[in-house]
């Protein structure tokens, strides 16, 4: 390690706090990196990667909770938008997020009886839906393979009914979906990674859906006019996120499109919208 490096270690927690803190600094350090590479085999290496190193993690824990909110991982301070402010916290987003579409399915899918996640990463949310809703026949595809694993073996572990298998949702043959038919389809955060096929994603989603679709996706064309939003818009154009998300979800021939803009994420930059998509 040169001494820039070693500098660079000692300064970290007097700096980051400042730079999280304030959404201008963020921001330019997000335009230095440029944009994120968005080809198939990309995501998958970089999020098997990623997915990979959760082992760890789950061989440590002992309790679902420990599972759904790591110590030491999650608890970690971060800067995050709550209630329209970007505050240096602590934040349980997994648990934020999962509350938010329990409670849509509870009030737009009453009738609801089973769910299938798309791009579920390590699978975490089904396991907190399926402990909250237990009556949920829950599954889950995942791009990364890794992700798949680590969602069996975690369902496996801790006891609940869950299923995981890989599936590129946008490119994929009707083969590949091994899964039944399920009442919802959900996304969280993934979709996100699709700028210009969203409408695709979407469509093969409600194909393999009976009752509908429920999105929580960061849709910049939802944020407000203000400093932050135009901040994050520019930030969707840089790093080559989804667009044009709002406008396709318009065209479809859906029963009711709802929509509610959140002032809270765990990003500073983004507004997510939480759609429920009625067929």
Known sequence: ????????RKLSPVYRPLVARSPTLV???LLAKGKVDRRTDWVSEKYGAIWAD???HLDRATRLEDWLH??????????????????FTRFDHLEFYVDLICETIRSRFPNAR????????TGRNLLAIKSRMPHLACYGYELAQPGVEIGRAAAKKFG???????????????EKYVH??????????????????????VKNMLDHSKLGSIHLEPVAENYPWTYRGLL?????????LMRNFDGAVAAMKLKAVHRRVLDTSQNPLMYPTLYALEK
């Open 1 to 8: 390690m040169d001494l820039t490096d070693s500098l660079k």
């Open 27 to 29: 921001m330019l350090t």
């Open 54 to 56: 959760y082992r760890g």
């Open 70 to 87: 790591i110590p030491g991982f999650d608890d970690e301070p971060s800067a995050f938008h709550i209630d329209g402010r970007v505050e």
């Open 114 to 121: 089973s769910i299938t996640e798309y791009g579920c990463g």
């Open 160 to 174: 609940l009914d869950v299923s995981y298998a890989p599936l590129d949702y946008v490119n994929d043959g009707e």
């Open 180 to 201: 039944p038919k399920t009442d919802l389809a959900l996304t969280v955060y993934s979709i996100e990674q699709i700028p210009h096929a969203n409408a695709v994603a």
């Open 232 to 240: 994050g818009r520019l930030y969707t154009h840089q790093i080559d």
